[in-house]
């Protein structure tokens, strides 16, 4: 198993290097780079314009840069914004925690009232209480994030981070019911769960020992993907509401084609991605990492 | 149940054919101004009033159901096969293919490819149609959107790997492909299904948000995407009829789930 | 008796000003170098801690001394400061000349390119600033800039100390009315009063009134808007029109209209010679005939009712109303007439073919606009154009990319068609504008960089601009500028659509507000604004 967990966080990491560079390539070559809207300045003298679009140049090819930037990572710094002027480390140690605690709110109450819902669904087991939850389900499905943080602006909230953390966690919870909903109800149908049903134990035994704890590997597979999803939807949903944390960050990062601030992000996200899948799959005890021995 | 069932389908059936008819039911273009009437409330003339540039709402609302509902379900269906292939693979290969399968999707979850629809927007031609134009966006989302459905297949396909059947055809000697075929594929299009239909809405509302940055559905051209970015210009003093295309919306999703049976859905 | 009421006022006066002042920051500021400056933001906090010599009033757009008693500009291109006594720092440290030579010395460095140094760098040789005594200054600039001492509102002075402790705000010395109390990044700037501020009012009080302004980072304007609307923002500038009409039906009282700003939105076509696009489209935007009859062929009037609400109105030219003394007067409304613009084109060898224009070689008349995504105003101008075009035959495609996308192909590749794009003037005089109006200019939007003038008419703009900048006598000024603005509408190589109005918000509870179309319209007067004592049991 031992081995089977260091080949899986090597995979992880060389995820993580060829996310990074795959950005860098993405950032450099998108039209806009090295562009400053500065330039438009109508003050500004030609020589000056001149000088502008000479500092911004790239400095070198695209592989130097990349291997310069990860000695200096390795160094914990981490590039300097020209967007921002600041060094990206201090930006994203700034606004990280913003964006963890509403992406923990979203996650934490949209998996807690996702699976919670899911198990009185199939605990209730009636088909007008089963279209109902269908029905909630479809309509946050379809109700997009950026859509659900404009009502809450519109209605009147002014935004931040709790609102940001409250429209995530409509964002996941439909996913998961959904989710979580199929799967146990599946599982509530088997056999086994009609004999211990056959025996008289209790509903909330049955629901625990032969539905939930069965059917945790998959729902624990949607963890992975609703990290990620948090982190995606955390993007318009910060915009919007105005809440100063990563996504936010990564706009105005995109907008301003900010290179190191970029890599230094989608580095952040892959790390993210790659753990959260890898620890569902420890948890689930998959056979990737499962010691078959 | 069955007829609730008829009812959405008849219902999506009907919202689908009036997509279809745009150019015959809509009182109007979709690009004519009536400057005079700007942001005009329903009225006779018009169903459900003016947009900001007096364009008649419901025409453009036609129009732009025929739009989206053709390419973010084609979108989706693409991302959804990727995915399928993709999650279904790894998960049923397993050892090093799946890691390596697994890592490439989470290189496309973390990737930021807003820069890559950049690079492509900036080779079109300026003067590309923009139907044209959007459905190459439409593409490139079905293309870069499978990665988080292909998660949920392949746990899915791990699970199923294991039942008692599909162990009971591996040791008859049944081939690999003919196993995904014949017995994986049947009891996963559930699951796949189900990745689909919440995926339309996210690439309908992809296209919208993509309108900042330039890559959106280029004017005249209406889309659910720009109809519900609208709604960002509302506030109180605005009528409830600004809020049809969500409406619409919801309405569609709510049918397409009715319509799909429950119990496909939460195999 | 008496002595208590007059307590009882002095408390309500200091309640009063107890209390912060509040408007947003739309953005993070990038610098707290005053001589760094270049974003909205940055200039914000400028305006409201640096000291500058000469300001111009707002409001009368008149010159007045500030940290500056008096000063002369002589006909050979020098300047002499006599500086006010008494000023010091916010750490008490007093005002000297060395500190203004410092200031001007940095600003002046030619390898420093800041947006407040460039415009006194126009002539060849150097700028000698020097001091003279104890407080008098002399700056000589190696050729006369005309109606120089504008620029000095823009030079906020300083001195090394305070340049060395930009990075660390908290600790800077200013001279302006506010310091910097504090900064959270992402979240907002405090200003606190300046201890040691100069001014003081007619009463002998020392300014400002209001002892603390917060400003909150906030870039979405709908958020701004409720929270202003929710009485958590005391100010807000540059309104849009749909947020100025949901605020006046709200807070009738709150919504404010100073008149025509300084902002227009215009289009133009690319004439770059070496722009990757076809010859036959070069050849179209580089008739004057076809530019005129395009202009001819939009509605300035729907656009301004329409897109803007009535808050705005459709533009005569390069230079706003709003510019009192520059705008040319004598120039006529652009007509809105399709049957004259077809006309006009087929004077060119244009015709009709249907529905569609062809040129004389049977080329269908279809162009793109760029624009950028995400301000809705400008793709519904696009929209308009769109449909006003239609009606003469032309296709037009509204292509709306993001600012940075937009700029490179603005400035660098010249792979666009046509652009629509806003312009602000931040300064009334056209000397401002000569890396606009210059044929040589990297931002002479049209045709940028051009070696020698290609056309006659922009030799005319260089000979008449070139002229402007070093003539002394305002009427000959003006009179060349006039011709300028002549030019340009007969040439059309801009097609002006409209002024916008300047729209504000004001709480009700703040005195002393005059907005004002010249930035920072609302605040230019930061130390004379105070807070109405608050009716009982409202307020902050």
């Known amino acids: 198993m031992r081995s089977r967990l260091t080949h899986a966080l090597l995979s992880v990491l060389a995820t993580v290097l060829i996310g990074g560079f795959a950005a860098a390539t993405l950032v450099r070559l998108a039209p806009g780079y090295g562009v400053d809207p500065g330039e438009l300045d109508p003050r500004l003298s030609s020589e000056a314009i001149q000088k502008m679009r000479e500092r911004s140049k790239p400095d070198g090819g695209l592989i130097t840069y990349y291997v310069r930037y990860l000695a200096n990572a390795v160094r914990g710094e981490l590039g300097f914004s020209e967007g921002f002027r600041r060094p990206a480390a201090e930006l994203i140690a700034e606004r990280f925690p913003a964006t963890a605690r509403a992406a923990g709110m979203g996650l934490a109450c949209g998996w807690t009232l996702g699976l919670l819902a899911a198990l009185v669904t199939v605990a209730v087991a009636r088909p007008a209480f089963d279209l109902l939850a269908g029905a909630v389900t479809a309509f946050l499905l379809c109700l997009p994030s950026s859509v659900m943080a404009l009502i809450f602006v519109q209605g009147g909230h002014a935004g931040g981070e709790m609102v940001a953390g409250g429209i995530l966690s409509l964002v996941i919870f439909p996913r998961v019911l959904r989710f979580a909903r199929g799967i146990l109800g599946n599982i509530a149908g088997a056999p086994h769960v009609l004999q211990a049903r056959a025996k008289g134990l209790s509903t909330l035994r049955i629901i625990w020992m032969h539905v939930l704890r069965p059917a945790m590997p998959q729902i624990l597979a949607l963890l992975g993907v609703s990290a990620s999803v948090v982190f995606g939807a955390a993007i318009p949903v910060e915009v919007i509401c105005d809440s100063p944390g990563l996504g936010q960050l990564a706009w105005q990062a995109a907008l301003k084609r900010d290179l190191p601030l970029l890599i230094d992000i989608t580095l952040l996200v892959t790390i993210l991605t790659g753990l959260s899948g890898l620890a569902a799959e420890v948890i689930g005890v998959q056979p990737a990492v499962r010691d078959t021995a | ?267 | 008796m008496r002595r208590v009421c007059i307590l009882l006022a002095l408390l309500a006066a200091a309640g009063a000003s107890a209390r912060e002042l509040r408007f947003c920051l739309r953005a993070d500021p990038k610098t707290f170098n005053p001589l760094e400056v270049s974003e909205e933001p940055d200039e914000i906090i400028r305006y409201l801690t640096g000291g500058v010599l000469i300001r111009m009033n707002r409001l009368t757009q008149q010159l007045e001394g500030e940290l500056a008693e008096s000063w002369k500009v002589s006909a050979t291109g020098r300047v002499d400061f006599k500086l006010r006594p008494g000023v010091r720092f916010s750490d008490g440290a007093p005002l000297t000349a060395d500190d203004v030579v410092f200031t001007l010395r940095t600003l002046l460095d030619p390898a420093s390119h800041s947006p407040a140094g460039d415009p006194f760098r126009v002539g060849k040789g150097t700028v000698t600033v020097s001091a003279l005594g104890g407080s008098k200054v002399a700056v000589v600039f190696p050729t006369p800039i005309a109606g120089v001492e504008r620029l000095f509102d823009q030079v906020v002075i300083s001195n090394a100390r305070a340049l060395e402790k930009s990075t660390r705000p908290a600790e800077m010395p200013v001279l302006g009315p506010y310091r910097v109390a504090e900064y959270r990044a992402g979240s907002y700037v405090l200003l606190g009063r300046n201890p040691f501020y100069w001014k003081k009012d007619g009463k002998g009080r020392q300014l400002p009134y209001i002892d603390a302004i917060r400003l909150p980072i906030q870039q979405n304007r709908d958020l701004e808007l409720l929270r202003f609307i929710g009485g958590d923002l005391d100010l807000i500038n540059k309104m849009d029109a749909d947020s100025f009409n949901r605020l006046a039906a709200k807070q009738p009282a709150a919504a404010r209209n100073a008149g025509r700003s300084l902002e227009s939105e215009q289009m133009w076509f690319n004439q770059v010679a070496r722009a990757p696009m076809a010859a036959y489209k070069k050849e179209w935007f580089t008739s004057r005939e076809f530019r005129r009859a395009v202009s001819l062929a939009i509605n300035r009037a729907d656009i301004a009712r329409v897109v803007f609400k009535g808050r705005a109105a459709p533009a005569l030219g390069p230079v706003s109303p709003a510019n009192k003394f520059w705008f040319n007067a004598a120039l006529k409304p652009e007509a809105y007439d399709p049957a004259a613009a077809l006309d006009a084109l087929a004077r060119i060898g244009f015709h009709l073919d249907g529905a569609a224009l062809r040129d004389r070689r049977g080329k269908a008349v279809e162009f793109s606009v760029i624009t950028n995504s995400g301000n809705k105003a400008r793709e519904r101008i696009a929209s308009m154009m769109q449909q006003d075009l239609a009606r003469i035959g032309i296709r037009l495609n509204v292509v709306t990319l993001d600012f940075a996308s937009l700029i490179e192909r603005m400035t660098r590749t010249f792979d666009y068609e046509s652009c629509l794009l806003g312009l602000v003037n931040v300064d009334l005089d056209p000397s401002a504008q000569m890396n606009i109006w210059l044929s040589s200019a990297a931002n002479h939007p049209w045709n940028p960089g051009q070696p020698t003038p290609e056309t006659a008419w922009e030799a005319e703009i260089d000979r008449l601009m070139r002229a402007q900048a070093r003539e002394a006598s305002p009427g000959r000024r003006k009179t060349a500028f006039d011709r300028v603005q002549e030019i340009v509408r007969d040439q059309a190589p801009v097609l002006y659509l409209v002024d916008k109005d300047s729209l504000s918000a004001i709480s009700e509870s703040l005195g002393n507000v005059s907005p004002a179309v010249l930035d920072p319209q609302t605040f230019w007067n930061i130390e004379r604004l105070y807070f109405r004592a608050p009716a009982s049991g409202s307020g902050r």
């Open chain 2, 1 to 267: 149940m069955k007829s609730l069932r008829r009812t959405a389908l008849v219902l999506l059936a009907a919202i689908y054919l009036a997509g279809l008819s745009a150019a015959w039911l809509a009182p109007a273009g979709y690009a004519n101004q009536f400057r005079e009437s700007a942001g005009a409330p329903p009225s006779r003339a018009f169903l459900l009033g003016t947009d900001d540039l007096g364009r008649d709402s419901f025409s453009r609302l036609l129009y732009g159901s025929r739009l989206s509902l053709t390419l973010a379900p084609a979108a989706a269906l693409l991302a959804t096969l990727i995915a399928a292939l993709v999650g279904i693979t790894a998960g049923y290969a397993g050892g090093w293919i799946e890691i390596c399968l697994m890592r490439v999707t989470d290189l496309f979850l973390s990737i930021p490819w807003l820069f890559l629809l950049l690079i492509v927007r900036a080779f079109l031609p300026l003067n590309v149609r923009p139907l044209e134009s959007v459905a190459i966006t439409f593409c490139l989302l079905g293309l870069l959107g499978w990665a988080g459905p292909a998660r949920v297949l392949r746990s899915a396909t791990h699970e199923l790997k294991t039942e008692d059947y599909m162990v009971q055809a591996r040791a008859r000697g049944c081939r690999p492909l003919r196993l995904m075929l014949k017995h994986l594929l049947p009891n996963l299009e559930p699951i796949a299904a189900a990745q689909f239909w919440i995926s339309v809405p996210i690439f309908i509302l992809s296209e919208a948000n993509l309108g900042f940055l330039g890559l959106g559905v280029a004017e005249p051209l209406p889309s659910w995407g720009n109809l519900l970015g609208g709604l960002q210009s509302m506030d109180a003093q605005s009528g409830p009829w600004r809020l049809a295309p969500l409406a619409l919306l919801i309405v569609v999703m709510t049918c397409f789930h009715l319509v799909v049976p429950e119990e496909n859905l939460s195999k």
